[in-house]
């Protein structure tokens, strides 16, 4: 079983910037992709930014130039770097993991962007 923990969300006020985190532990042989996903009130869950093993990443085009994925392997954790925050990124955002073929999702953490 692989257990994800996020951290890093918060308020924070247009212009702003911040930084989430996802660390991967358990029973993991190897993680393929990682990558974060959010959901605002009243939409459906959408990719925002994933990274592949090799370092490969795409991003939702909302976001491009503003967010950037990095990971470090071996600590099996992501990040996401989170600058020139607008209100309408506002949502909860999930860490989304493969590990072993499996997909593994974070409990979420809340970023708002308000002044």
């Known amino acids: 079983q692989v257990q994800l923990v996020e951290s890093g969300g918060g308020l924070v006020q247009p212009g702003g910037s911040l930084r989430l985190s996802c660390a991967a532990s358990g029973s993991i042989f190897s993680i393929n992709a990682m990558g974060w996903y959010r959901q605002a009130p009243g939409k459906q869950r959408e990719l925002v930014a994933a990274i592949t093993s090799g370092g490969s990443t795409n991003y939702a085009d909302s976001v491009k130039g503003r967010f950037t994925i990095s990971r470090d392997n071996a600590k099996n954790t992501v990040y996401l770097q989170m600058n020139s925050l607008k209100p309408e990124d506002t949502a909860v955002y999930y860490c989304?993991?493969?590990?072993?073929?499996?997909?593994?999702w974070g409990q979420g953490t809340q970023v708002t962007v308000s002044s």
């Open positions: 989304n993991v493969d590990a072993d073929f499996e997909d593994y």
